[in-house]
Each structure stands twice: as structure tokens, then as C-alpha cells.
């Protein structure tokens, strides 16, 4: 049972186990130096061919597909999407079908990898220049689908919407019965990529929900709509809506004082590859992890040069998550 079904029996929201937890949590040395450095690593969170934070947010969004009735998922995402695909390989597991826009990134090897995986997953694929002609698209694409006798669900990128938020609530009350399982002490600062918002926002409700004192410290990684301490907390306001009207009580509120976010390591634009990042990913290759330079690398990129700063200990999530 997830532990916001444990804290409020009579919460009225599905939940589906994609993944096996708690994701494991250890100290992480011989990366960053003059830090505590801990991961949670959530790279192996997933049943099937993916893993990562997707995954997490798809535990609460395709039971609620369910719940309203619907059988396609809608969304969109850069060709090198990870929630596309976590998306479109989950949902066919649960009977769903994937609806992709998707707009032209930067391509490196990473990303031809994952166009491939999108194209051979089974989801009906849009393509796109931008994001301007995306949205103009957008309208089309769930209209179309309608008409095509489906009952679309639209998704924002990368899932972030309160369903897909509860997942990183989730999270955190993990993180929070780890610590007092004595696993990981108490972090001063969970730091985590922003990409959509969602993993952050839920983490900065579950965690004060846990009545940690813990902070969120976000790397902004993608400059396609505003992702600043007042947007995710907004977010963060509007999952805890949605879990006190299924019947969640006592819930705290988040304002941006309760975050912190940076895009100093987003360089010109999403997916950038910035030597910072793909710098991280090679360190973090030679200790066995297996990251990318879109996200993970500009987390660790962020924390190595905050280390003086960030309060620790420190827990990085490691979101990425491919099979
Ligand atoms: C999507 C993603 C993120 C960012 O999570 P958001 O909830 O979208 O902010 C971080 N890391 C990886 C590997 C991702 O795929």
C-alpha cells in the first residue's frame, strides 16, 4: 500500500505499483569533493523497460486515467523525451494508448537512442520545429483523437500536473521513513533537475508533510515556460488541493521561500549539453552510474559548484532511468 494510502486509509485515489521500493539510498563519495554527498537512486524504479522519476508520477496518473474513463494519453515533450516513452511503455502495459508532440532538441547520441525507443514503442508520433508550432498544433492533436472515437487525456510535458506530482509526495514520505530507519541521516538539501516541475513541487509538499526540515534545491534545465521557487510552489499548492479534496487533512502549505531554484547550469537551452554537464556524466560513468547530460549531469554539475554552500548533508536524486 504507498504511504499516503498508509497516512489517509480512506484517500479516495488509485494507486499502481510500477517499481519496487524504497529506491535504495547510500552515501555517494569519490564524485564531488568537500560535501556529504547521499543518492537515492531511482534509476531502477520502474517493472518494465524504463525507469526513472517518470515513473513514479505514472503510480497515480494511470489509475486516475482509469477513474475518468479515459483510454488515450495526450502529451508532449522534446524527441528525446523520457516521460514520452515512460508514457507510452506503461501505458500500453495498462491498456492506454500514447499520443506524442514532440519538438526537435538538440540530438546526440542519448537522444537518437530515445527517438528510436519513442518510434518503436507503439505511440502515435507529431513532429515539430518548435514549441511555438506545437502549441498551435495542440488543439488538434486532442480534436483529432476525439473524433477518432478515443476519450483523450491531455498531460503537460513531463507530467506535472498534481496527479503526476503525488508521485514525488510519495517519495518523500519514503526519504522520511528512511532517515528514521536510520539509512541516511537527516538531508539538509535534496537536490534534484527541473525539467516540468513535478518531481520538485512534490517533493517540496512531501517533505514538509514528513515534517522534515529538508530543502529542495532545483537545477533548472529547461527554459521552454517558467520553472522559478513561485511556479513549482504553486504546483506543490495545487497537488495539495487534489489530496484534500480526495480526503487527505492537515496538509501544510508550500510557498516559494520553501524552495530554491537556479538555471545557471541550463546553458543556451534545453538540452544543451554544456561542458559542465557532459564533464559530470563522464566522472559519473567512471563509478558505474549511467547518466545523461539533458538533466542528471547538470544536477551534479550544480551541486559541485555549490558545494560550499549547499547545506548538507546532501541527498541527489538520481532520476534517470534507462533499462
Ligand atoms: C524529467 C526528468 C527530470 C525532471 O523532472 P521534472 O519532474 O520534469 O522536473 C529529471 N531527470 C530526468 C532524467 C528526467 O527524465
Redesign the pocket.
Known amino acids: 500500500m504507498s504511504l499516503l494510502h498508509q497516512r489517509w486509509p480512506g484517500l479516495d485515489l488509485g494507486h499502481v505499483a510500477l517499481g519496487t521500493a524504497p529506491s535504495p539510498v547510500r552515501r555517494l563519495d569519490g564524485l564531488i569533493d568537500d560535501i556529504d554527498l547521499w543518492i537515492k537512486d531511482e534509476s531502477r524504479y520502474g517493472d518494465g523497460a524504463w525507469a526513472?522519476?517518470?515513473v513514479r508520477?505514472l503510480e497515480w496518473i494511470i489509475p486516475e486515467a482509469a477513474r475518468r474513463g479515459t483510454n488515450t494519453l495526450v502529451t508532449v515533450g522534446g524527441i528525446g523525451?523520457?516521460?514520452g516513452l515512460a508514457c507510452a511503455l506503461y501505458g500500453r502495459e495498462h491498456g492506454l494508448s500514447t499520443v506524442l508532440g514532440l519538438v526537435d532538441q538538440p540530438v546526440d547520441d542519448h537522444v537518437r537512442q530515445q527517438l528510436a525507443r519513442l518510434e518503436a514503442s507503439g505511440a502515435q508520433i507529431h513532429r515539430y520545429a518548435g514549441v511555438r508550432q506545437l502549441r498551435r498544433a495542440a488543439p488538434w492533436l486532442i480534436a483529432s483523437n476525439i473524433r477518432r472515437g478515443r476519450l483523450p487525456w491531455y498531460l503537460p510535458?513531463?507530467?506535472?500536473n498534481p496527479v503526476?506530482?503525488l508521485g514525488?509526495v510519495e517519495t518523500a514520505l519514503e526519504i522520511s521513513a528512511q532517515v528514521r530507519a536510520g539509512d541516511l541521516p537527516e538531508p539538509a538539501t535534496v537536490v534534484?533537475?527541473?525539467?516540468?516541475?513535478?518531481?520538485?513541487?512534490?517533493l517540496a509538499l512531501g517533505l514538509k508533510l514528513a515534517g522534515l526540515s529538508t530543502r529542495v534545491f532545483?537545477a533548472v534545465?529547461?527554459d521552454s515556460f517558467p520553472?522559478d521557487a513561485p511556479v513549482i510552489a504553486r504546483l506543490a499548492t495545487r497537488t495539495a488541493s487534489l489530496l484534500s479534496a480526495r480526503g487527505a487533512t492537515d496538509l501544510p502549505s508550500v510557498g516559494a521561500a520553501d524552495l530554491v531554484t537556479a538555471d545557471d547550469w541550463l546553458g543556451t537551452t534545453y538540452g544543451d549539453p554544456t561542458p559542465a554537464s557532459t564533464g559530470m556524466v563522464e566522472r559519473a560513468a567512471r563509478l558505474g552510474l549511467a547518466?545523461?547530460p539533458?538533466?542528471?549531469g547538470k544536477?551534479l554539475a550544480a551541486i559541485a559548484d555549490r558545494a560550499r554552500e549547499l547545506p548538507g548533508p546532501v541527498l541527489w536524486?538520481n532520476?534517470?532511468?534507462p533499462r
Open positions: 526513472g522519476n517518470k508520477k523525451t523520457h516521460w510535458a513531463g507530467g506535472s503526476g506530482s514525488y534534484t533537475a527541473i525539467g516540468s516541475g513535478g518531481t520538485a513541487a512534490g532545483g534545465v529547461n520553472l547518466l545523461e539533458v538533466y542528471t544536477a536524486l532520476t534517470h532511468g
